[in-house]
């Protein structure tokens, strides 16, 4: 049996299945199996992922749309590998990946891992300044696997994994958003062990325009106050600045409409700095043009899912309670 068996939900995503299978068949090492599990989607990748039967240990299944971490937890039934391994349909996976995530776990055993992810050369701009203003220091805190970070490394579902032993006793993933985060929450607080792979990153393709940008982060910003009302201790200040940003940039904006402009300033430099820092990482001005507002959207989306949520679930206490978010802890 392979020591690592990689479960890929999808929905709609023929094309990205393709890129992901081809990335998987020039892999180093070869002890994984590939579950695809196709979620309801009205454009079947099924013909996609045979054309790859020889090339890869591959299985593929499709059942009625019902959501992705459902999806997972099918996958996660049928899979024989003593690690399971989660990426996202839009990754492509350097050749090397499960060579490296073999060393590393040989030296250092975890029982739940994950890794970083990087923008390949061939993505769009816009595809690059999403995937920095995600990933810099400037703009998440490096909250998803960047060098510096202000909370506890937590696997992202479109790179993660854990051993059968977790799966055992933790379970499969919840249907929820931020599903990962909590996945990583009851794995940590199971007992078991949890580290970063720095060198086992992928490709991420993420959103391809601002729009659906926008539309990810500000859900992102919503589910973190779900996850507050599930775990009281998880709310950290670096998941709170994005919404303190939005509340500074406005309080700016106002005073410098009414009192001086000088209380642009501030808002000027920190998008200077935005641009720098992309401009130094990708060594594009186009890309770091993009960047900017890719930033914005990252920070402004985020902070007003936040503040909303916080307003409707914490301050007047609307939507699901916090009973009937403890009973979707509890998985029921």
């Known amino acids: 049996m392979p020591r690592f068996s990689v479960i890929v939900p999808v929905y709609n995503r023929v094309d990205e299945v393709n890129d992901l299978l081809e990335s998987l068949a020039g892999q180093t090492c070869r002890d994984f199996e590939v579950i695809i599990v196709e979620d309801g989607s009205t454009e079947p990748c099924r013909d996609t992922v045979m054309k790859f039967a020889d090339k890869v240990d591959v299985r593929y299944y499709y059942k009625d749309n019902e959501g992705r971490s459902i ?28 060579k490296v995530l073999s060393v590393s776990l040989d030296a250092r055993p975890l029982d739940c891992f994950g890794g970083p992810d990087a923008a390949h050369d061939s993505f769009t701009d816009t595809q690059k300044a999403i995937n920095y203003s995600m990933t810099s220091f400037l703009t998440t805190g490096g909250i ?79 589910s973190r106050i779900t996850l507050k009302l599930l775990y009281p201790d998880s709310l950290k200040i670096v998941h709170t600045l994005p919404a303190l940003a939005v509340i500074g940039a406005v309080v700016l904006l106002v005073l410098g409409m009414v009192v001086s402009p000088w ?26 043009a993009k960047a900017v507002p890719a930033s914005v959207i990252q920070l402004g989306g985020y902070g007003c899912g936040f503040i909303k949520a916080f307003f409707l679930k914490i301050l007047l206490r609307r939507g699901r309670n916090i009973d009937e978010e403890i009973e979707i802890r509890k998985g029921k």
Do not use: W
Request: glycine share 10%.
């Open 71 to 98: 999806a997972r937890n099918y996958g996660l039934e049928r899979a024989t590998g003593d690690y399971f391994v989660f990426f996202d349909s839009d990754c492509v996976i350097p050749h090397d990946y499960f």
């Open 144 to 222: 998803r696997g960047g060098k510096m970070q202000l909370e506890k490394f937590v696997p992202r579902s479109f790179n993660m994994g854990y051993s059968r032993q977790v799966y055992d006793r933790v379970g499969g993933f919840r249907e929820m958003f931020s599903e990962d985060i909590d996945m990583s929450t009851r794995v940590r607080q199971a007992g078991f062990s949890i580290g970063l792979i720095r060198e086992a990153f992928v490709y991420h393709k993420r959103r391809v325009d601002f729009r659906k940008f926008l539309r990810q982060v500000y859900v992102f910003g919503m």
């Open 263 to 288: 209380f642009l300033l501030p808002l000027g430099l920190y998008l200077l700095a935005v641009f720098i820092g992309a401009l130094m990482s990708t060594r594009s001005l186009a890309i770091a």
